[in-house]
């Protein structure tokens, strides 16, 4: 941006929108920054081609994967937490669990795998959605409102089977009401 022939008013806008986005957060995580300290390590230990080398050939998974540093992780006191009852813990600072956790956040985007396992649900037409579970729970208070929804598309009941506290729950909604029970 330095070598672009831009106006006073110009370089201070650029400036003031690129410190918005690459400010850490003191409340979350915010990747951006997260992503900029990463480049610039690499561009410490490997030197400015490195850059552009990973730029082309690195996917945001593959990224963490292989530059997301112990060194990093402490400096950037990045670590894992978990509600406990009333209060949020720190439940984890191991690097590579940091580390495997955020990959495993941009797979798939950090959405959730889910499948039609059956469009035609005990020959009725209903539709049978299976959760790929992958060691992340779904929020159960979004299914029951999301499920309604489902229903009004299909246009037939829907059921959704999912993993909760280690057992086999299934949800299934008419559009009206949506129950749980333990499969």
């Known amino acids: 941006m330095r070598e672009l022939p ?5 370089t201070i806008e650029y400036a003031k929108l690129n410190s918005a986005v690459v400010q850490p957060s003191r409340h979350s995580l915010n990747p951006y920054y997260l992503g900029l300290k990463i480049f610039e390590d ?3 230990r490997f030197g400015q081609e490195k850059i552009f080398e990973v730029r082309e050939v690195d996917s945001d998974p ?4 292989n530059y ?3 060194e990093l992780t402490e400096e950037l006191d990045l670590y894992i937490f978990e509600k406990k009852g009333q209060e949020w813990k720190i439940t984890d600072k ?3 669990t940091i580390r495997d956790q955020l990959v495993y956040s941009r797979v798939n985007g950090g959405y959730p795998y889910l499948e039609v396992t059956d469009g035609d649900f005990q020959r009725n037409g209903e539709l049978y959605i299976t959760h790929r579970f992958e060691g992340t729970e779904l929020d159960l208070k979004y299914i029951e ?3 309604p929804y489902l229903v009004q598309l299909w246009g037939k009941q829907v059921h959704l089977e999912t993993i909760s506290d280690d057992k086999k729950i299934l949800f299934s909604c008419d559009g009206k009401k949506t129950s749980r029970k333990s499969v």
């Open 94 to 96: 191991t690097w590579e």
């Open 68 to 70: 997301l540093t112990k």
């Open 42 to 44: 690499i561009e410490k």
């Open 145 to 147: 409102r999301t499920l």
């Open 6 to 10: 831009l106006t006073s008013e110009e």
């Open 62 to 65: 593959s990224f963490l994967r």
